[in-house]
């Protein structure tokens, strides 16, 4: 049996960070998918999906994404029903996001709360040369281009090509 999923969209509210009882992490969020095609008006509709992620990744959610945010998640589909405050069943389907990935840049679509690679991440950016939070960190510069022309030839032997 498979059950996967794998969307690319855009969050349609903020996370909602919850803790259960015994101190696990849990987010809720919705996310809206464009459909690959236009209606009959030349418009694009969307899907929405609601989708819950647990531990730490629930914690990242909440920390670094809002409404707006461009994500990319894979998961899996799960469905769950409960009984409401009138006393009626409700039937929920979800998608349990295993992987949540940050599609975008702080600045893009003000979709982080914090710069990518400050805070706790800005460890792992500073150990590769990066730029955290407090700025340059290490000897090399990224916005730097390796290709630029310095006016000298660049020089590459025909074996270091990969064709």
């Known amino acids: 049996m498979i059950n996967r999923v794998v969307l690319v969209g855009r969050l349609t509210r903020d996370p909602e960070l919850r803790y259960t009882p015994n101190g696990v992490a849990v987010t809720n969020f919705g996310i809206a998918v464009n459909r690959p095609f236009t209606n009959q008006q030349g418009e694009r509709d969307a899907d929405f999906f609601n989708c819950v992620t647990w531990r730490k990744q629930a914690e ?94 660049i020089d590459i032997s025909d074996d270091d090509l990969p064709f």
């Open 60 to 153: 990242n959610v909440a920390n670094y994404l809002k409404k707006g945010s461009m994500v990319g998640i894979d998961g899996r589909l799960q469905s769950r029903s409960f009984e409401n405050n009138e006393g009626r069943r409700v039937n929920v389907v979800e998608v349990q996001a295993e992987n949540v990935q940050f599609l975008e840049p702080k600045n893009a679509s003000g979709g982080a709360r914090d710069d990518f690679r400050g805070g706790q991440q800005g460890s792992y950016g500073a150990a590769q040369g990066g730029y955290g939070s407090q700025g340059k960190q290490g000897s090399s510069n990224l916005d730097e281009d390796p290709f630029a022309s310095d006016g000298k030839p």
